[in-house]
């Protein structure tokens, strides 16, 4: 007797391998939703075991002092950014009795902690994890809902008294400080140069014979696409922080996305806010009229000069933009003001 082997058709493989499809996909998904929830429950356990230190340590009472030593310290000693520590810090005392909500990331509990009043940051998680939204849904909701102490209120006018302008900050680009972090491992620390950004490079090259931890030093371009570093004469502290940036967008009349060349070849994009000012939310008219100021203040321009120093309470960092035009060079922030599109905070 014959026996025929039996084929199987296309449909019955393309049904087979949508289910090894879907079934993969889950078990993906599975797994990327335990680890998501395991690094938020680490982030809230560091927090917390952070301040029962602070607290045992001084009962009672806060003292800052230590408290910047034992957060300085860890940093040094793990590796870890000291503002990753006070986020987990923040996060602990924001949420003292936390569990893990099953659609929230660190990312929406990172702009939780910036809501002050304990009410609206609980009501806000609520919403957010049963309305699923991402990360920038929820940011945009923190900006319309969640006031806080910085002077926003709905219905805010901008009146043009209310518009004293602003000494602006301005270094030199290509400017930077030497720093030697301190490591836990074995082998010599090296030398870093300290781009900002949280961003640093070896200072391994020519020119840094000689130099020593903390020194101001400028970088020099040299033939074959290779840098000197030199020991910068008359450059201070507010020098530092200053670079060339392209504008990639407005996001609103104080904020913008821009890639920011930070030099020997590094760049970092980054969200931008404009130091010292508040624009109308971008859901107003007067929101939009400072966005659409702010493109065409820009649009004409090959690039920007920033400087910056810190980033504030949503991760942006502070900057000044000064940007060339017919008249001269301009100071974007003043520029706002002058125009009535913003107002001193």
């Not at 809230?44 to 300085?72: C, F, M, S």
């Not at 859901?283 to 400087?307: C, H, M, N, Q």
Request: charged share 35%.
């Amino acid at each position: 007797m014959t026996t025929t082997a039996l084929t199987p058709t296309r449909s019955a493989l393309m049904g087979g391998y949508t289910r090894l499809r879907e079934a993969v996909k889950k078990t993906l998904l599975l797994a990327q939703q335990r680890i998501e929830r395991e690094k938020v429950l680490s982030y809230w356990r560091t927090g917390d075991l952070i301040n029962r230190h602070l607290r045992r340590a001084y009962p009672g009472k806060k003292d800052a002092e230590y408290g910047r030593q034992v957060v300085l310290r860890l940093s040094r000693d793990l590796e870890i950014g000291e503002k990753v520590l006070y986020r987990t810090m923040r996060f602990a005392e924001s949420f003292p009795n936390f569990s893990a909500r099953r659609n929230l990331r660190w990312t929406h509990y990172r702009e939780l902690i910036a809501v002050s009043d304990d009410k609206q940051r609980f009501e806000l998680a609520r919403r957010a994890e049963e309305g699923d939204w991402t990360t920038g849904r929820l940011i945009e909701k923190i900006k319309t809902e969640a006031r806080e102490e910085d002077g926003k209120s709905k219905g805010r006018t901008f009146p043009p008294g209310d518009r004293a302008l602003l000494q602006p900050r301005k270094g030199v680009p290509y400017t930077y400080r030497l720093a030697r972090p301190e490591k836990i491992h074995p082998g010599k620390a090296g030398l870093k140069i300290d781009l900002g950004f949280s961003s640093r490079k070896d200072a391994a090259m020519k020119g840094a014979e000689g130099l020593r931890a903390g020194e101001i030093v400028v970088s020099e371009w040299v033939e074959g696409d290779t840098y000197r570093l030199k020991r910068a004469s008359g450059k201070i502290e507010a020098d530092l922080f200053t670079y060339y940036a392209f504008i990639e967008r407005a996001v609103d009349g104080d904020t913008v996305i821009a890639e920011v060349d930070l030099g020997f070849g590094c760049s970092t994009r980054q969200y931008l806010r404009l130091r010292g000012i508040d624009a109308p939310e971008l859901d107003t008219p007067a929101g939009k009229r400072a966005k659409k100021f702010v493109e065409s203040e820009l649009a004409g321009v090959p690039y920007v000069t920033i400087s910056s120093t810190r980033s504030d309470k949503y991760d942006r960092y502070l900057a000044d933009i000064f940007y060339s035009s017919g008249s001269g060079e301009k100071f974007l922030t003043n520029e706002l003001l002058k125009a009535a599109l913003a107002v001193r905070i």
